[in-house]
């Protein structure tokens, strides 16, 4: 029997008289890696901040790890992470010291050996006791991946994770976020606007345009759907309002 990760039924979001998600139902399996794919304004953000309990749905329901977000959310914290290289850890702080805070908020065990084991992972070892605001930005991305590592969580939320980062060590950050899901049964749901990594990556993609699923499938699936050679060319025709047209009969 399939166990689900996150659980989406009927989910709706409202700002004032805009709607920017548009009643959608998706389950994302365990041990899965899943991509939510759209242009600005799609409602990836949004979707994210209501997964992670940040923002609360104008109605629907929303299950992670098999508990309601909105009343257990406090237990369903220590096995979650997340990262995102737009969303800034304290400048001020070491980045040592910025791993200890998050790792004591996520309910981290052994942390001393895991921030020592990350670091070295990483690459981040020379960088602990650097300020975290005098990093340059695919610094900044390594540790915001070793931060959302800390607490080995079990769903991990990744908004374009090797942004900034030189190919050598991108690839290096998909392999190991592959092994990751892999080794720990670990479930991700990743937001990227590099097609090539979630064409490696991702075992399902979502395709969202105006709050609403518009289509959804492995990559292999979608780029036969649509008759097209890759998923960037698949990414342009949903965000151009293409998907109806180029769509391939079996």
Known sequence: MRKFAIEVNSLIKNFGSTIAVDDISFN???????ALLGGNGA?????????????????????ILGKDIITDRYS???KTNFSSPYVDLPNRLTVQENLNVYANL???KDVKKQIASLSERLNI?????????????????????????????????????TASLDPD??????????????????????????????????NNVFMLQEGKIVDSGTPKELVKK????????????????????NIVEN
């Open 106 to 108: 996520y309910s981290a």
């Open 226 to 245: 649509y008759g097209r050679s890759n998923m960037e060319e698949v990414f342009l025709d949903v965000a151009r309002g293409r998907q109806i047209d």
């Open 76 to 78: 369903i914290l220590p």
């Open 169 to 202: 060590t991108a690839d290096w950050i998909r392999s190991y976020l592959q092994e990751y899901a892999a080794q720990k049964r670990a479930t991700i749901l990743l937001a990227s606007h590099h097609m090539g990594e979630v064409e490696r990556l991702s």
């Open 28 to 34: 994302v399996e365990e041990g899965t890696i899943t």
């Open 43 to 63: 409602g990836k953000t949004t979707i994210i901040s209501m997964l992670m309990g940040l923002l609360i749905p104008t109605s629907g329901n929303i299950k």
């Open 125 to 161: 070892k020379s960088l602990l006791n650097r300020k975290t605001g005098q990093l340059s930005a695919g610094q900044k991305t390594r540790v915001a991946l070793a931060k959302a590592l800390i607490n080995d969580p079990k769903l991990l939320f990744l908004d374009e994770p």
